[in-house]
């Protein structure tokens, strides 16, 4: 029996509209399809592409509110929250439309042979295979230097945001792409690995979960295709003594039930120096508190449901079992009642450290508190993961800050601000946060072919 794909109000529990899979016949015609467009899409004048992506950020821009509703409707962000994020793609379309030219013009090979430069070069019909979270967002991210480049792309979404990928594909095609340049393949998982071995994808880009990273970069791998791989984040949220505390403890607050706290670079890990902890504890705890829970469609609402009925149960089972371990809940720790995937903002300190809220990633508004003795502490108890994708710090003192930034093991540090991806700077984690990198002209050149060329005289 083929099973439908299906788009899920989270909010409600009901089931908006379905979607039949695509066919045997009819994925491998996308795949012919995307091969033919690549040949004569992989010539067109970067110029060209550059007008294109502009078109697709005016149509992000001008359309942002019924945008943000499909992703509202899906997956349960707040409204404010999901237009921002079509506001945020048209940013990234109109980085690459300014700057993609010059990213990929020639490169003199300085201290090399006489007359040596680098090309870069596309290198095919590319797969991104993407998560829920931020529906537009991750997609863009991947679709707008892909296409820049002269690549073109086939998206298999997360099956729960079906309306998105479709919606992604019209923009594109709105903005004037050729025909099957980019192009939403609606299957489940289990045709991923089709797709992956097909001769006529080049590489994979992947945003989601360790577990489908892992199958992903092993299915690449034994077909010698090159991929990048976006996964899990237990980000610290570092607080030293001569932090503006007050700051500090509001950016906390947003930073944990950003996107209803269900974001790999969302703070999860608060760790805080032992002579402001009491402070800093009370002053958060009272922060989450005050969190407006409500429906996704209300501007007021800070915090909606969680995307999937599955996501609620697994993270309600995480702080069960951990408290269960010994870890207390300082507030929140179950779900609220009524339809819809809601859990309470929660806040659990004293987390032992076998425990699934030390050990793994909480994908949802539970934070998780720990005390340092002091700065070398904090470096211990931050870099005490398996994940390595971003990290916020606290401090004005210079000294403290470069310690931070030199031995915390992360893609990412930032200092005094909240981890938040931009279009102009690297995106990408180490250890088991993935590896590659997204953005700026380090995504621009994941998917080129970097032609080294020598000219002799």
Same mark, same amino acid.
């Given at each position: 029996?083929?099973?439908?794909?299906?788009?899920?109000n989270?909010?409600?529990?009901q089931?908006?509209?379905?979607?039949?899979?695509?066919?045997?016949?009819g994925?491998?015609e996308?795949?012919?399809r995307?091969?033919?467009?690549?040949q004569?899409y992989?010539r067109?004048d970067?110029?060209?592409?550059?007008?294109?992506?502009?078109?697709?950020?005016?149509?992000l821009?001008?359309?942002?509110d019924?945008?943000g509703?499909?992703?509202?409707?899906?997956m349960?962000k707040?409204?404010?929250?999901?237009?921002a994020?079509?506001?945020?793609?048209?940013?990234?379309?109109?980085?690459?439309?300014?700057?993609?030219q010059?990213?990929?013009a020639?490169?003199v090979?300085?201290?090399?042979?006489?007359?040596?430069?680098?090309?870069?070069?596309?290198?095919?019909?590319?797969?991104?295979?993407?998560?829920?979270?931020?529906p537009?967002?991750?997609?863009?991210?991947?679709?707008?230097?892909?296409?820049?480049?002269?690549?073109?792309?086939?998206?298999?979404?997360?099956?729960?945001?079906?309306?998105?990928?479709?919606?992604?594909?019209r923009?594109?095609?709105?903005?004037?792409?050729?025909?099957?340049?980019?192009?939403t393949?609606?299957?489940?998982s289990?045709?991923?690995? %089709?797709? !992956?071995? $097909?001769? +006529? /994808?080049? *590489?994979?880009?992947?945003?989601g979960s360790?577990?489908?990273?892992?199958? =992903?970069?092993?299915?690449?791998?034994?077909?010698?295709?090159?991929?990048?791989l976006?996964?899990?984040?237990?980000?610290?949220?570092?607080?030293?003594?001569?932090?503006?505390?007050?700051?500090a403890?509001?950016?906390a607050?947003?930073?944990r039930?950003?996107?209803?706290?269900?974001?790999?670079?969302?703070?999860? %890990?608060? !760790?805080? $120096?032992? +002579? /402001?902890? *009491?402070?800093?504890?009370?002053?958060?705890v009272e922060?989450m508190?005050? =969190?407006?829970?409500?429906?996704?469609?209300?501007?007021?609402?800070?915090?909606?449901?969680?995307?999937?009925?599955?996501?609620?149960?697994?993270?309600?089972?995480?702080v069960?079992?951990s408290?269960?371990?010994?870890?207390?809940?300082?507030?929140?720790?179950?779900?609220?009642?009524?339809?819809?995937?809601?859990?309470?903002?929660?806040?659990?300190?004293?987390v032992?450290?076998?425990?699934?809220?030390?050990?793994e990633?909480?994908?949802?508004? =539970?934070?998780?508190?720990?005390?340092?003795?002091?700065?070398?502490?904090?470096?211990?108890?931050?870099n005490d993961?398996?994940?390595?994708?971003?990290a916020?710090?606290?401090?004005?003192?210079?000294?403290?800050?470069?310690?931070?930034?030199?031995?915390i093991?992360?893609?990412?540090?930032f200092?005094?601000?909240?981890?938040?991806?931009d279009?102009?700077?690297?995106?990408?984690?180490?250890?088991?946060?993935?590896?590659?990198r997204?953005?700026?002209?380090?995504?621009?050149?994941?998917?080129?072919n970097i032609?080294?060329?020598?000219?002799?005289?």
């Amino acid at each position: 029996m083929v099973m439908m794909i299906a788009s899920i109000n989270p909010a409600t529990g009901q089931t908006v509209r379905t979607f039949d899979p695509l066919t045997d016949a009819g994925l491998e015609e996308k795949l012919a399809r995307a091969a033919a467009a690549y040949q004569s899409y992989r010539r067109t004048d970067p110029g060209v592409r550059a007008q294109h992506l502009h078109a697709a950020a005016r149509i992000l821009e001008q359309e942002q509110d019924r945008l943000g509703r499909i992703m509202t409707l899906e997956m349960g962000k707040p409204i404010a929250a999901a237009r921002a994020e079509a506001a945020k793609c048209a940013l990234a379309c109109r980085y690459y439309a300014e700057h993609g030219q010059q990213l990929l013009a020639d490169d003199v090979i300085a201290g090399g042979p006489a007359s040596s430069y680098l090309r870069y070069q596309p290198i095919g019909p590319l797969l991104a295979v993407m998560p829920w979270n931020f529906p537009f967002w991750q997609v863009f991210r991947f679709a707008a230097p892909a296409l820049m480049a002269g690549n073109v792309g086939l998206l298999k979404h997360a099956s729960n945001v079906p309306q998105c990928a479709i919606e992604i594909e019209r923009i594109f095609r709105r903005a004037g792409f050729p025909d099957d340049v980019f192009q939403t393949l609606l299957i489940g998982s289990a045709k991923v690995q %089709r797709v !992956i071995e $097909d001769p +006529r /994808i080049r *590489a994979v880009s992947l945003t989601g979960s360790e577990p489908a990273g892992a199958q =992903v970069a092993a299915q690449a791998g034994r077909q010698i295709k090159k991929t990048v791989l976006e996964l899990g984040g237990s980000d610290p949220f570092i607080v030293m003594p001569s932090a503006d505390l007050d700051r500090a403890v509001r950016t906390a607050i947003d930073a944990r039930i950003l996107n209803n706290g269900q974001s790999c670079i969302a703070a999860k %890990r608060f !760790i805080v $120096d032992a +002579r /402001i902890y *009491a402070e800093f504890e009370r002053r958060f705890v009272e922060g989450m508190q005050a =969190v407006r829970v409500g429906d996704p469609m209300d501007e007021a609402t800070q915090l909606g449901p969680l995307a999937t009925p599955a996501i609620l149960e697994a993270l309600h089972q995480q702080v069960r079992r951990s408290v269960e371990m010994g870890a207390r809940a300082l507030t929140g720790g179950q779900r609220l009642p009524g339809p819809g995937n809601y859990y309470a903002p929660t806040v659990l300190a004293d987390v032992p450290g076998n425990s699934p809220a030390y050990i793994e990633e909480l994908f949802g508004p =539970v934070a998780v508190l720990f005390r340092s003795d002091d700065i070398d502490d904090a470096i211990r108890i931050a870099n005490d993961t398996e994940f390595g994708l971003g990290a916020s710090v606290w401090t004005t003192d210079d000294a403290e800050q470069a310690r931070f930034v030199d031995q915390i093991e992360a893609g990412m540090v930032f200092v005094n601000t909240m981890v938040a991806s931009d279009p102009a700077l690297p995106f990408g984690g180490v250890k088991r946060s993935g590896y590659g990198r997204e953005l700026s002209s380090c995504g621009l050149r994941e998917f080129v072919n970097i032609k080294t060329v020598r000219v002799a005289q």
